[in-house]
């Protein structure tokens, strides 16, 4: 009674093994298939990166020229600000139609800056 228990017990383990085995040489042609993608990928994954590094630096130094311009320009931009900022406190505390004259005082201000230069 004993030797037929191990015996039903070894072949389910033989029966569980080959299953095991079956799905893993699934998994194994899965994987190759993958691979060959990938492979097949790669070349267009390395030039899709390198326009993406490219773009990456151009947008870098265009950020940092911008920096810089603003660091230089810092001075100009807080005394254009200051003007347009009290000369719409002005206009709203006095109940003026600031709309038109804020229209008017930007065309203004940027005739003036431009005769500056």
Do not use: R
């Not at 060959?36 to 899709?48: D, H, T, W």
């Not at 630096?57 to 660091?71: D, H």
């Not at 206009?91 to 709309?99: A, G, Q, R, V």
């Amino acid at each position: 009674m004993l030797h037929l228990f191990f015996t039903i017990t070894f072949v389910a383990e033989v029966i569980v093994c080959c299953w095991i085995v079956s799905k893993l040489k699934k998994l194994d042609e899965i994987v190759l298939e993958k691979n060959a993608q990938v492979l097949e990928y790669q070349p267009v994954l390395k030039s899709a990166l390198t326009e993406v590094k490219a773009n990456v630096n151009k947008s870098m130094l265009t950020l940092t020229s911008l920096v810089t311009f603003i660091g230089e320009t810092k001075g100009e931009c807080k005394k254009l600000f200051s003007k347009n900022f009290l000369s719409a406190l002005g206009c709203l505390i006095l109940k003026i139609p600031f709309k038109q004259i804020m229209s008017a005082l930007d065309v203004i201000l940027m005739v003036k800056k431009i005769l500056k230069v």
